[in-house]
């Protein structure tokens, strides 16, 4: 039998039009993209296909698109092709859209969620100052996370796999860690197109107003078991969904940790949520024994 997680991107992977051949094939994502138009009170399909990549880029736009994409995508994948998932993970922002997949977030609901969510990082970053996100390959995740300890203006955000860690901070800081790594590794790096210095300590002024805004969504018990970016716990419990969800805000997501869980939990088979491409790559360098199904058109649904 076959074990399967489905797996939901974060920000960095957005594109314009992404998601439309879905849109465009299967009436059950065209309903879903209404009802969480209606629950935005913004046209959905116009975010997601006709936004430019800058539009598309902004925190409080990138957010919603890619929840209601991957809500509307993973509800039509188990009704059209009677297959769910065993288990379900999401990167970053994705963890509320893998959420959403198991029955513990209304996607009417997680949608205002994460746009005011995206608000409140972009508002935080500005109080700051101007914030970015570099990728650090070839090098030992230890060594990265040394090069940023005892600093309060960068941390690691981001453990993708055992050769790509992303620091997270003010420019400045992020350059001294950059120049540090150079000198000292055959470190290489690559900028990422995001907006702010997600999961840093330079967002820690967000963390009450976020925790507000998920004070007023209801969370149910996990119909499938959820796999935390946050501390790679598998979990079903509400109170979990909140404390991890919040721990977001500031800590790394440790999205190493989470496949090496579902791998020990033997899952065999990883349906990524479009658009998937990157999220399928880190999965394939860290458990490439199992298949990975990336949901880029309504045909790969058939390969489930």
């Known amino acids: 039998m076959t074990t399967t997680a489905f797996l939901f991107p974060g920000q960095g992977s957005q594109k314009p039009g992404m ?3 879905f849109y465009d094939a299967w009436p059950e994502v065209r309903a879903r993209f209404d009802a969480l138009s209606d629950a935005l009170g ?25 929840f209601g994409l991957g809500a509307a995508v993973s509800d039509a994948v188990v009704q059209r092709r009677d297959v769910s998932p065993d288990y379900v993970a999401g990167h970053s922002l994705g ?3 893998a959420l959403s997949a198991a029955s513990a977030l209304d996607p009417s609901e997680g949608i205002g969620l994460v746009r005011r969510r995206g608000e409140l ?6 109080r700051a100052g101007p914030g970015t996100m570099l990728a650090v390959l070839l090098v030992d995740p230890d060594t990265v996370a040394a090069a940023c300890e005892g600093r309060d203006d960068v941390g690691v ?3 993708n796999g055992p050769r790509q860690t992303v620091v997270s901070g003010t420019e400045a800081g992020v350059a001294a860690v950059r120049e540090e ?11 990422l197109d995001v907006s702010a ?3 840093s300590p330079v967002m820690a002024s967000a963390l009450p107003a976020v925790e507000r805004e998920m004070d007023a969504v209801d969370f149910d018990p996990a119909e499938v078991p959820v796999v935390s970016d946050a501390s790679c716990r598998c979990y079903t419990s509400p109170s979990v969904a909140h404390e991890d969800l919040a721990a977001q805000v500031t800590a790394a997501v440790d999205w190493h940790g989470v496949v090496e869980v579902l791998a020990d ?8 949520s479009p658009p998937g491409g990157t999220l399928a790559g880190f999965v394939e360098r860290i458990h490439p024994e199992a298949e990975t199904v990336v949901l880029d058109a309504p045909a790969d649904a058939a390969r489930l």
Do not use: M
């Open 121 to 126: 990082l972009s508002e935080a970053g500005e």
């Open 181 to 191: 790594l150079a000198e000292e590794s055959r470190a290489r790096f690559r900028e």
């Open 42 to 66: 913004e046209d959905l399909a116009d975010l997601c296909f006709e936004a430019d990549a800058a539009t598309l880029q902004r925190t409080r736009n990138t957010q919603p698109a890619l």
């Open 157 to 159: 955000g981001l453990y």
């Open 197 to 199: 210095a997600f999961h």
């Open 95 to 97: 963890h509320f859209t």
């Open 265 to 272: 939990r033997g899952v065999d088979r990883y349906v990524v």
């Open 19 to 21: 998601g439309e051949v």
